[in-house]
């Protein structure tokens, strides 16, 4: 299986490559023996989120065209210069705008001879939330009433609603038929397209695929994976003479292609200038006609948000306000909307009169976690911050709730977090599987999930759509509490929810007081400040291992796991993680997955590239990364265990959603800890070093931390001097709409 990427190939944004390695030990501010490499990794910015580190198993998103990058460069910059927001009276007028632009769009589609249903191009998450959202409603809305001013619906709660339990996840939706894909096949060859293209290309565009793809070749761009300079060839391959960059269709389809890749970087919309300019550069000769046809065919959705909501109405009827203006997928429009609509209803149906079960519970709840129990007791969203040793609080108010008699739950982002929770009986694993039905209290005769109380750890890693999807699930009355650790890495999905709920200040925060012990909870809460500082380890907590290239690094980092540690520390080599910054490179995660396997568990790879006993990671959605084991193939696929689950990845699957493991990045590792860690830092990736990767990375380790040093004083500088990227979202703006500031 080649791990090298191209059209239609497992798009990994190579966020950094490596160098590094000797063996002395040292401090970490110590300048590494030898110069590094020095290089520049092949950061993708497109793919990079704030940390440089994609979604990586989960969302990788395209390889790294440039285009991408500008877009998401510029993006970040127009983010940096604050957050728009609007007052009340001007997000309806804006809306009922966007109303009357909807039934302009759907008359326009109604005379074509293909009309597009509302929420048909959706997939993956978004597509799940719009059938939840349908299914809780009672009924499937029209698309021109989706982004309406909200009408309030209440939930009426059942006076004893049973349960209803749903102990396996709804099976997943059949994939294209077989006539579908053949007939793709057939028109990826005569366009030069790889024809293993054709099950992705199938299930992006659905029925009558060919057809479409025949009519216009840039939707070869709703591929993950391939980028505008491959559909060009595959376009001009296909409609010869005809084919041009002022084609409209390819203006629309690169407009969304750099709109998916903002998302990729973690943007939920774009600034129309950030957009405009990535379209010129990508060859769009007008790009403003290229923007306003998607908006016309109904691809994207604008937004024009108050830049000042606060100022006083200007004196003179004809001065405008300053406004920006925003273009966003539907899909992320949608989830924004959602997740602030059932925010502002979680805030809005709680009193402030307890009752007495949360009395209760407030009164059995110490230390730490009665604040967080008192703020609990009154109010439907709560913000609790910290970092590792904090999660003993929400576990005993998780204990607390639950002898109350209360209905509480908690859940994390991977399973490796339920199991540091130690929350005992409440404790139901993953959000993903509390939604699916696969864990936790089953659904209410309303469709809402059977609870009270639902404590989330791992807030951070909550992107906008999964976010969404929670929130809507929850009942009326029920309390959400979203704990995590901001100073860790965002989502690796689009949004930065936790990071957005803070700074808009609409709920009580309780930050906890209780720091992270021994040397490495020192290491780390210094490096959350901003300081780099030397730590006394006599357990050998804390080792330096300075490198001179990627090479050295490498060997390093495979005798550190496969020797020296086990040897040392007592800490045996599959229960050591290794965390690199990117993909590529000869010291990214793809060159030492294959030095570790050869020297761990070597073998042919004659399942796909992967042998019994290999360590592996499984994304089966976007935003999802769950470590694992290789157990035996066959013909239904890998069979692997997750998380002690048993999982069977198709054939055609296995190449875009299994890695092999013992190497990862910080966002595939973000929400996991292990007993040891090898953090590999060569000198060619210091562009995507920051604080919160530093940080995130650092503090993977339970136990002992190893620290493979090849960027001399770029480490110090990354953690002292650069901070996350900025990401522009609407969900300030539209949670300062609905909620009122919180006291």
């Not at 957050?83 to 009276?89: H, L, R, T, V």
């Not at 909200?150 to 997943?172: C, F, L, N, T």
Request: aromatic share 2%; with cysteine.
């Amino acid at each position: 299986m080649s791990t090298e990427p191209g059209l239609g190939a497992k798009p990994e944004a190579d966020e950094g490559t490596t160098a590094g390695g000797t063996t002395e030990t040292g401090h970490l501010t110590d300048r590494a023996s030898g110069a590094g490499d020095g290089a520049a990794g092949d950061v993708r910015a497109a793919g990079a989120a704030e940390s440089g580190d994609t979604a990586d198993g989960e969302a990788d998103g395209a390889d790294g065209d440039e285009s991408a990058g500008a877009v998401s460069g510029a993006a970040d910059s127009d983010a940096a210069s604050g957050e728009g927001s609007g007052e009340q009276s001007a997000a309806a007028a804006e809306l009922a705008a966007q109303r009357i632009e909807r039934e302009r769009i759907e008359r326009r589609k109604a005379e074509k001879a293909a009309p597009i249903e509302s929420g048909a191009k959706l997939s993956g998450k978004a597509a799940d939330l719009l059938a939840a959202v349908r299914a809780v409603e009672g009924g499937g809305k029209p698309a021109t009433t989706v982004f309406a001013a909200p009408e309030p619906s209440p939930r009426p709660a059942a006076p004893a609603p049973e349960p209803v339990r749903r102990p396996q996840p709804a099976p997943a939706a059949a994939g294209p038929a077989t006539e579908t894909i053949g007939a793709v096949r057939r028109v990826l060859a005569d366009g030069g397209a790889p024809e293993s293209l054709a099950p992705q290309v199938a299930a992006a565009l659905g029925e009558g695929a060919e057809t479409l793809l025949r009519e216009d070749p840039w939707q070869l761009l709703r591929v993950t994976g391939v980028r505008p300079d491959q559909a060009d060839g595959f376009a001009r391959a296909l409609l010869g003479a005809e084919c041009g960059p002022d084609d409209e269709r390819r203006g629309r389809a690169v407009t969304g292609w750099l709109l998916e890749q903002a998302a990729v970087a973690g943007h939920t919309a774009l600034e129309m200038p950030a957009l405009t300019a990535a379209l010129a550069r990508g060859a769009v000769p007008d790009p403003e006609a290229a923007v306003q046809d998607a908006l016309a065919e109904g691809e994207a959705l604008v937004f024009r948000d108050l830049l000042d909501p606060g100022a006083p109405e200007p004196e003179d009827d004809e001065e405008e306000r300053p406004v920006r203006v925003l273009v966003a997928l539907e899909r992320y429009a949608l989830a924004e909307e959602s997740l602030a609509d059932g925010l502002a209803r979680l805030v809005s149906s709680v009193t402030k009169d307890t009752s007495d079960p949360w009395e209760a519970a407030a009164a059995a709840a110490s230390g730490g976690a009665a604040e967080l129990a008192r703020a609990v007791a009154g109010h439907g969203l709560v913000l609790h911050t910290g970092g590792e040793a904090a999660r003993a609080e929400p576990a005993a108010l998780l204990g607390a709730a639950r002898a109350a008699g209360l209905r509480a739950f908690a859940a994390t982002h991977t399973p490796d977090g339920g199991r540091r929770l130690a929350g005992g009986e409440g404790a139901v694993g993953t959000v993903a599987d509390l939604l699916s039905g696969a864990a936790g209290p089953g659904r209410d005769t309303d469709g809402a999930l059977a609870l009270d109380l639902l404590i989330v750890l791992d807030a951070p890693q909550l992107d906008v759509e999964g976010a969404a999807m929670l929130v809507e699930a929850l009942p009326d009355g029920a309390r959400l509490v979203l704990s995590g650790d901001p100073a860790a890495l965002w989502s690796a999905g689009p949004g930065r929810v936790f990071a957005d709920l803070l700074a808009a200040r609409v709920c009580p925060q309780v930050a906890s007081r209780t720091p992270d012990p021994g040397p490495l909870g020192e290491l780390v809460s210094g490096i959350g400040v901003g300081e780099l500082t030397q730590v006394e380890a006599p357990g050998k907590e804390v080792v330096i291992v300075p490198v001179r290239d990627a090479g050295e690094a490498l060997h390093r980092t495979v005798q550190l796991v496969a020797d020296s540690v086990p040897r040392a520390i007592g800490v045996p080599a599959g229960q050591t993680v290794v965390i690199t910054p990117g993909h590529g490179g000869a010291a990214g995660t793809r060159a030492l997955n294959a030095a570790l396997k050869e020297r761990l568990n070597p073998g042919p790879g004659r399942f796909g590239g992967f042998d019994p006993g290999d360590r592996i990671v499984h994304s089966p959605a976007p935003g999802r990364t769950v470590p694992g084991e290789v157990v035996t193939a066959d013909i239904d696929g890998l069979h692997l265990s997750c998380a002690g689950a048993p999982v069977v990845v198709p054939k055609e699957r296995v190449e875009q959603s299994v890695r092999h493991g013992w190497a990862l990045t910080a966002h595939q590792a973000a929400g996991s800890r292990w007993a040891a860690a090898v953090v590999v830092l060569p000198g060619d990736a210091v562009q995507s070093l920051s604080r919160p990767w530093v940080y995130t990375a650092f503090s993977r380790a339970e136990r002992h931390l190893s620290v493979v040093h090849g960027v001399e004083q770029a480490l110090p500088k990354a953690v002292a001097e650069i901070l996350p990227k900025p990401r522009t979202t609407r969900l300030p703006l539209l949670l300062k709409t609905q909620v009122p500031a919180a006291d």
